[in-house]
């Protein structure tokens, strides 16, 4: 596809169960970040990746939260034991990493995660 | 943890109308970009204004940048019903990943 994509776009879970998040970034960007966006805290970066090299982890929450990209493209991020709290948009981005142009990153639609 | 503060949080103005939004930030940066995002969700890339510029232009939209009160201004002019949106401005620090600290956005209304 010509954007970065996400799935579910929305999704319902109780609390306590584990939830995965999908991204597919532009092909052959090779950075990737995970944003979240929540009523409270606003959108905070949670996750960046750069090839592979080692992801930026700062902006997780807690250890419930992780995340992995395979083959260095396709990025899973997983939140385990869910809370109430943790219910926010969840955004994916990315963006080249090489030549003019490579500072703008390109959002995908986002997953609406609502914890009951 | 969010970089800085926009203002005003809301707005509200007349088709034709010019917009402006305030951003500032607390620390040094590489660049300071505007986003905009309908609907709670995706967000589109606006414009980049790099800390060694001042000004920067893109069609009806016109950014400043002044680092020495670390701030930044989006105007929209002659606005339209469609530029209905939350903007907000989102910095890249120094020596960074290329993470964005966004700030808390500014809702704008168009009337038509």
């Known amino acids: 596809g010509a954007g970065v994509s996400q799935s579910p776009s929305n999704k319902v879970t109780e609390k306590g169960k584990d939830v995965e998040l999908r991204c597919d970034p532009i092909?052959?960007?090779?950075?990737l970040y995970w944003y979240r966006q929540s009523l409270g805290q606003g959108l905070e970066f949670l996750i960046y990746f750069q090839g592979n090299s080692a992801p930026d982890k700062s902006g997780l929450p807690s250890d419930r939260f992780s995340a992995e990209r395979t083959g260095g493209s396709v990025s899973t991020l997983t939140i385990q034991r869910t809370q109430q709290e943790d219910s926010a948009v969840y955004l994916c981005a990315s963006r080249f990493t090489s030549g003019r142009g490579t500072d703008t990153q390109y959002f995908g639609p986002g997953t609406r995660l609502t914890v009951l | 943890s969010q970089q800085g503060e926009e203002d005003p949080q809301a707005l509200s103005i007349q088709e034709g109308e010019n917009a402006t939004m305030n951003c500032s930030y607390k620390?040094?940066?590489?660049?300071l970009q505007w986003y905009r995002q309908n609907s709670g969700r995706g967000l589109v890339h606006l414009i980049l204004i790099r800390s060694n510029e001042r000004e920067k232009h893109s069609g009806r939209l016109r950014v400043t940048l002044d680092t020495s009160k670390k701030s930044s201004s989006l105007l929209i002019t002659a606005s339209r019903a469609a530029d209905t949106a939350s903007y907000f401005c989102?910095?890249?620090?120094?020596?960074?990943?290329?993470?964005?600290?966004f700030g808390q956005g500014t809702t704008l209304q168009v009337k038509p």
């Open positions: 989102a910095t890249v620090r120094s020596g960074n990943t290329g993470k964005l600290i």
């Open positions: 092909s052959g960007h090779t950075a």
């Open positions: 620390t040094s940066i590489n660049n």
